[in-house]
């Protein structure tokens, strides 16, 4: 039976591609069921307050980094979006006096300028190095900051970042939040074309997606103009540099957090659904983390919402 065609952008896959039941089945979650999601592999965690939830962010990046030694190289792969978390890294790196050399950070996406072919300079509005340095970096102490040359941002050219993953460096963390097209960093699905016309790629071949340029999702343009841009969605690129399922199947841990500001209602409870029922299809690409060992979804209560119809 073919499948539907996406109610959001018709040349492309996404989670409207899904059948109807799946979706309401999701819909229907409350909090109370979401926190019943976890499994072996994959634990779901709820925050009451902003504080707490934000600061346990940051904290993943501390208890990262104190494991760091001259022997054993420890990293986190961050994302930009959520930000808030940023500062808090920074403060506690100061207040704790912990020193950053033997520690490494991945970026992980970054805007890619087709005019250029390259990705876009720090000097861009919504460049996401630019975000990282002056949220968190620039705010350590200088006696403790981490070394430039430990410091891995994704370019056009992805050969050198790739090559950082397999230089003895451990990833304890993957962060990250979670697109309104279901996505972890720019991992977006693939347009409806080629090979992938009638039916999205397969699991096992999505997973073979290493860092990349890719193309992106029309609701992810949308998102990050709304999110980012004031709604100026003609300052935003159409094409992104990002980690794949092969950098991110590296890392010890995959830590995606939901504040209720970038996925909707129903996004948030979908993709905890898939993953703890093993439901997987790369329409929904974070669906794909229910192989991966060690999933943590963490939610500010507040942020999860209703899927209840509400006229505004």
């Known amino acids: 039976m073919p499948r539907r065609s996406s109610a959001i952008a018709p040349d492309w896959w996404d989670y409207t591609t899904l059948e109807p039941d799946l979706i309401d089945a999701a819909a229907r979650l409350t909090p109370r069921d979401l926190a019943r999601l976890s499994r072996?592999?994959?634990?779901?965690?709820?925050?009451?307050?902003?504080?707490?939830?934000?600061?346990?962010?940051?904290?993943?990046?501390?208890?990262?980094?104190?494991?760091?030694?001259?022997?054993?190289?420890?990293?986190?792969?961050?994302?930009?979006?959520?930000?808030e978390q940023l500062p808090l890294v920074a403060r506690l790196v100061n207040s704790l006096g912990l020193n950053l050399r033997h520690a490494h950070f991945w970026g992980m996406d970054e805007w890619f300028d087709a005019a250029t072919g390259r990705e876009v300079p720090p000097s861009h509005p919504l460049s996401f190095e630019k975000c990282d340095r002056q949220l968190c970096f620039?705010?350590?102490?200088?006696?403790?900051?981490?070394?430039?040359?430990?410091?891995?941002?994704?370019?056009?050219?992805?050969?050198?970042?790739?090559?950082?993953?397999?230089?003895?460096?451990?990833?304890?963390?993957?962060?990250?939040?979670?697109?309104?097209?279901?996505?972890?960093?720019?991992?977006?699905?693939?347009?409806?074309?080629?090979?992938?016309?009638?039916?999205?790629?397969?699991?096992?071949?999505?997973?073979?997606?290493a860092t990349r340029v890719v193309e992106l999702h029309p609701l992810t343009i949308a998102q990050n103009a709304r999110t980012s841009g004031g709604g100026n969605i003609s300052m935003v690129p159409t094409a992104a540099i990002t980690v794949g399922p092969v950098e991110t199947w590296k890392a010890d841990k995959v830590s995606i957090w939901h504040a209720g500001n970038h996925d909707n209602p129903l996004g948030q409870r979908l993709t905890a659904y898939m993953i703890s029922r093993r439901i997987i299809d790369s329409a929904v690409p974070m669906s794909l983390l229910a192989d991966h060992p060690n999933v943590q979804f963490n939610y500010l209560r507040q942020g999860i919402g209703s899927c209840a119809v509400e006229m505004h």
């Open 40 to 83: 072996p592999g994959f634990r779901v965690v709820l925050y009451d307050s902003r504080e707490d939830f934000y600061l346990a962010e940051a904290l993943e990046y501390i208890d990262a980094w104190r494991m760091a030694t001259a022997d054993n190289p420890v990293g986190v792969c961050g994302p930009i979006g959520p930000t």
């Open 138 to 209: 620039d705010r350590i102490d200088r006696r403790l900051r981490i070394p430039e040359t430990n410091l891995h941002f994704p370019k056009a050219d992805t050969r050198a970042f790739r090559q950082t993953w397999d230089a003895g460096v451990r990833c304890a963390v993957m962060q990250g939040g979670q697109g309104d097209v279901k996505h972890w960093a720019f991992n977006d699905p693939l347009p409806r074309r080629g090979r992938h016309k009638d039916a999205p790629p397969a699991p096992a071949e999505y997973r073979k997606l």
